[in-house]
């Protein structure tokens, strides 16, 4: 490590071999001072040639900038859960970290936490990224008070309050809802009950209103239960165990995460309900526990990584002064059918 920073290409390198000072280096590379074109696509070409990379923490010096990005998940009192037991959660992360490393910036990682005014109190940073904000949360007040960009994944409350342009990144969970619904009609199902998290987030409100809208359509009651307590599979379980004992029972759940579905899975097995057999379930957002599951699991794809990387660029140019060229950014959703959807006799399409 020590020979790599010591052998680093800097900017003195790069004036000696183009054969001008550092400050024209300087100039060139950051599109500024009156030198001639000529003269800048030169120096740019030997910087270039020599692999010189500009210095970050140099550059936010210059710019008043840390280089920090935040980024969290908002959370409630209401619905608390473990961060680290979601997968769309880590891949998320891990996606959106990669992005800010790749564009000289590093992500500070604040866990889920219902005081979210709190959040980042102990760390300077230029921008927020915070994950499905739920209704109130005094961390976006805090951040909008202290003029701190921010870009969220997900739809804040509100969002249709004139002279407000905020940044998001989303799926279309209408859409999604819409075609899992339509995937387990079409794989035999007659009744399809959900299983919800509180619609405290606009991604659950989404599910509930399509799921609602679909049922219309198809001269069906709904049947919703929103979870209780942590969203883990314990919760899932429950919820999921009101539908199965209730009078006529759905024989097909769709839950909006996959920790629910997960725990419908263990209610109709100790129900000795056979699955896909008796009945179909499906969950919103992938995960290896899904894909482990007996049987495994169909899944709404989210695709949390191109979520991570959007919202880090979003906000790297709001931060840089910058206007987005689409807002909001709506990632594609798709549908991965497993074996919990797929009846006696038929076999799972290919994902």
């Not at 905020?166 to 959900?194: C, F, V």
Request: glycine share 10%.
């Amino acid at each position: 490590m020590a020979e790599k920073r010591k052998n680093r290409v800097g900017i003195k390198d790069v004036a000696q071999v183009a054969g001008v000072s550092t400050t024209s280096v300087s100039d060139a590379l950051s599109g500024k001072g009156r030198i001639s074109t000529e003269t800048r696509r030169h120096i740019v070409k030997v910087a270039t040639e020599l692999g010189y990379r500009p210095n970050a923490t140099a550059r936010n010096l210059v710019s008043g900038r840390t280089g920090l990005l935040g980024i969290t998940v908002s959370a409630s009192d209401e619905v608390p859960f473990g961060v680290g037991d979601f997968d769309y959660f880590i891949q998320l992360l891990s996606a959106a970290t990669g992005a800010a490393v790749a564009s000289g910036h590093a992500l500070v990682v604040q866990g889920a936490t219902a005081n979210g005014a709190t959040a980042f109190d102990q760390v300077e940073i230029d921008g927020a990224i915070v994950v499905d904000p739920v209704d109130d949360d005094p961390l976006l007040d805090s951040l909008d008070e202290m003029g701190i960009p921010i870009v969220t994944a997900g739809r804040r409350a509100g969002e249709e309050e004139k002279g407000t342009t905020r940044y998001w990144i989303d799926n279309d969970h209408h859409k999604a809802t819409m075609a899992i619904l339509n995937h387990l009609s079409e794989s035999g199902a007659n009744k399809i009950g959900l299983v919800s998290s509180p619609p405290i987030a606009s991604y659950t409100r989404d599910a509930v209103e399509s799921y609602e809208e679909w049922c219309n359509a198809h001269q069906q009651n709904p049947e919703i239960v929103f979870a209780e307590g942590p969203i883990n599979e314990g919760s899932g379980f429950q919820a999921a165990g009101k539908l199965l004992d209730s009078p006529d029972p759905p024989d097909a759940i769709y839950a909006t995460l996959d920790q629910l579905a997960l725990g419908a899975l263990l209610a109709a097995r100790e129900r000795s309900i056979d699955v896909p057999g008796d009945l179909l379930v499906a969950g919103c957002t992938d995960s290896e526990a899904s894909a482990w599951a007996t049987p495994p699991l169909t899944a709404v794809l989210l695709n949390p990584e191109e979520i991570g990387r959007a919202a880090v660029n979003t906000l790297i140019c709001l931060i840089e002064g910058g206007s987005p060229e689409t807002n909001p950014v709506l990632i594609p959703a798709g549908i991965l059918p497993r074996e919990s959807t797929s009846r006696i006799g038929q076999s799972a399409p290919p994902p």
